[in-house]
């Protein structure tokens, strides 16, 4: 993903990092016979802990109900979780990760106690703690928590960051305290934003049908609310990473060059969203990202599957600028493009192994291979070791 393929290639590998890409050949190779091999994914937006969360999912396109509906089944799912439900819903999410070639995650946390799960699987990523409170009372507690988060030690394939979590959920004094602590502390910020009509509907006039969302929960309180997106916007920092949610009603005036948009296509699909003008991003300079979201809005976390439903109904964009947004320019909107998202030397040796579609001539570009049809992950190293191994080769 940092130049064009490499025919009958060959990667070595020292300890954890790549040390050559070339073709040479070398003496204790593993010959993978004909396979398409590549960084490992990134999948920059999950809720891990709603793998468990399928009974959540949107109804389709024609569904009427809508995003706030939505919102009120996953609140019911989550009061009736259990922890030990979560812990399991993240353990079984990063199996599913691990099996679609997913090598690191940015992944949205909502107990702290889920953080030992993360650091002890094969995985890389950010753990983003979600900061909830509208009001004053719900915010304060809120802001402790985020101390709290930032005050532990960090550990070496994960790092935290912070996900003061939507408009319609924080309150101003939230958002600024996150985005204080985030700068001082060097951390990226993940924030739902403008998701659905509702929640403009609710930042500008104050309603519409997230008031008696908040109200059933007893945390309306339109005195927290910000402006409008925009001001949300101009509040950050201007070094401040940050990965912007969905955004799936903005326009493409109100973001700058540089600035990271996560678009999830299958969840958008299923909400009946209006079209992702996801090319006047891309010409704007804006990166765009591609990622799963949880199960209680996607059916699945292969990302190779959102990569593949891009290129299907966005033709006019090229294979490798599709993998390039799992791989890549993900790993550049984390902030790791020194670390991961090319396979390139002194980088860390995550790689997916992808069988050769067969039927398909070994001439054709591997991006339109994989994207055009169906293969799926073989096997995946991490830190140059094998997490999922490949199939032995016979002869
Ligand atoms: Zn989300």
């Known amino acids: 993903m940092d130049g064009p393929p490499l025919t009958d290639g060959s990667i070595a ?7 050559a890409i070339d073709q040479a050949r070398r003496s204790g190779e593993i010959d993978l016979g004909d396979v398409i091999l590549l960084p490992g994914f990134i999948n920059v937006h999950t809720h891990l802990d709603l793998t468990d969360a399928a009974e959540c999912q949107p109804k389709g396109a024609d569904n009427p109900e809508g995003f706030p509906a939505w919102l009120e089944r996953v609140v019911a799912f989550r009061r009736k979780q259990s922890l030990a439900q979560q812990q399991a819903a993240v353990e079984t999410g990063l199996t599913y990760s691990l099996q679609a070639g997913v090598t690191t995650l940015g992944d949205i946390l909502t107990q702290p106690s889920l953080w030992s799960l993360l650091v002890s699987s094969p995985l890389r990523g950010v753990a983003f703690r979600e900061l ?13 928590e985020l101390n709290d988060w930032l005050a532990l030690q960090k550990e070496g394939r994960w790092h935290r960051g912070l996900s003061p979590h939507a408009p319609y959920s924080v309150r101003r004094e939230l958002f600024v305290a996150a985005m204080t602590a985030a ?21 500008a006039q104050h309603q519409g049908p997230l008031v ?7 945390v309306w309180d339109p005195s927290g609310l910000i402006g409008s997106w925009e001001e949300l916007l101009q509040m950050v920092p201007a070094e401040q990473r940050i990965l912007w949610i969905h955004v799936n009603y903005l326009s493409p005036r109100c ?8 678009h999830c296509p299958r969840t958008h699909a299923a909400f009946g969203h209006d079209p992702f003008p996801l090319e006047s991003w891309q010409h704007k300079g804006v990166r765009v990202c591609l990622a799963t979201d949880g199960l209680a809005s996607n059916p699945d976390l292969n990302l190779l599957e959102e990569a593949r439903w891009v290129y299907r ?11 390039s947004m799992i791989t890549r320019e993900a790993a550049a909107a984390i902030g790791w493009e020194k670390w991961v998202g ?16 067969s039927g398909v001539p070994l001439a054709t570009d591997p991006c339109v291979a994989i994207l055009e049809g169906s293969v799926s992950v073989q096997a995946v190293m991490i830190d140059g070791q094998w997490i999922l191994p490949p199939a032995p080769q016979n002869g």
């Open 212 to 218: 008696p969302f908040l109200e059933r929960r007893g």
């Open 255 to 262: 973001l700058s060059a540089r600035q990271t948009i996560v």
């Open 13 to 19: 590998i020292d300890g954890q990092l790549i040390q």
């Open 132 to 144: 909830l409170g509208l009001t004053p009372d719900r915010a304060a507690d809120a802001i402790t």
């Open 183 to 203: 700068e001082r502390r060097g951390c990226p910020l993940a924030i739902h934003l403008a998701e659905s009509r509702a929640e403009a509907e609710l930042l």
């Open 342 to 357: 090319t396979l390139t030397p002194g980088k860390l040796a995550d790689l997916v192994v992808i069988p050769w579609p």
């Open 313 to 323: 109904h966005y033709p006019n964009l090229t294979a490798d600028r599709v993998i």
